[in-house]
């Protein structure tokens, strides 16, 4: 099989306003995420929330997984009663993207976790989240204005995939008042924030999979080298990469 890796982007599911007339429910998505794959040299669909029951087939038909950011995680999900700051939950988009999450954890298909995504990841490994994270770290550096995407400054843990991508402390694009609480079994943290933040956790390599999530919003600049790991990845499940490309995203060694 050959061409190019056909990587799947999960939606929102949210009421939305266009033109001069619409108002209705959608299942949509900001065009950043869609380029950003596009960007690395994948091609993008995009799944709305659909029966849970067939997310094995979806994933069967996809080369990669992208887990997008939005909606808070229900925090029925982990054993929680909702803060105050907590969103209102979305079911159906919960159900659907844990049932992807597994169906690409199971079959080894490559998955990038983003914002929501990397929460979504640590609570399908049985962890928890922090529901208001100025609360724990005293301030709101992790998203100072709503609707913006200000910088702040990561360090990956070195030995992990993340940071065989990202050998570097770099500033990354930041808008979530959510964090990891207790990490899932099985995790590894990956990178953190100068306050401690897991920014970053990632499925052991080991495993044989390409599963990370980070905490900030890459689709928001122009550093492609999470994403193009996840497509590199895809293409030599797919078996469009040379064994020399596909080598250029392995670690140098397995990951502990």
């Known amino acids: 099989m050959t061409g190019q890796p056909l990587i799947g982007v999960t939606t929102y599911s949210t009421r939305a306003r266009w033109g001069a007339a619409w108002n209705r429910h959608c299942s949509l998505l900001p065009t950043s995420y869609m380029r950003y794959v596009q960007r690395a040299g994948g091609l993008t669909v995009l799944l709305p929330p659909d ?22 995680v229900d925090p029925a999900l982990y054993g929680e009663q909702p803060h105050p700051r907590t969103d209102a ?9 844990l049932a992807l999450l597994a169906a690409a954890l199971e079959r080894g298909v490559p998955l990038l976790g983003i914002c929501r995504g990397m ?10 989240l922090n529901q208001h994270l100025p609360e724990t770290v005293g301030h709101k550096g992790h998203n100072p ?3 913006t995407f200000p ?11 993340t940071g ?17 609480g207790r990490l899932g079994t099985g995790l590894i943290a990956s990178a953190h924030a100068e306050d401690g933040t897991v920014e970053a956790l990632e499925h052991p390599w080991g495993n044989g999979c390409f599963a990370i999530g980070v905490q900030w919003h890459p689709e928001m600049r122009d550093d492609l080298r999470l994403v193009r790991g996840l497509v590199e990845m895809a293409g030599r499940r797919r078996g469009s990469l040379t064994p020399r490309a596909a080598a250029s995203t392995a670690p140098a060694a397995p990951c502990p």
């Open 145 to 147: 204005r709503v609707g």
């Open 89 to 97: 939950p979305v079911p159906e988009r919960d159900r659907w993207e």
């Open 164 to 180: 065989h991508l990202m050998p570097t402390p770099c500033d990354v694009a930041t808008h979530h008042h959510q964090g990891v």
């Open 151 to 161: 910088d702040h400054l990561v360090e990956p843990v070195q030995g992990t995939v």
């Open 119 to 128: 929460q979504l990841m640590n609570v399908q490994a049985g962890g928890t």
């Open 51 to 72: 029966n849970p029951a067939l997310a094995g087939a979806m994933v069967e038909r996809l080369d990669g997984l992208v887990l997008a950011g939005g909606e808070d």
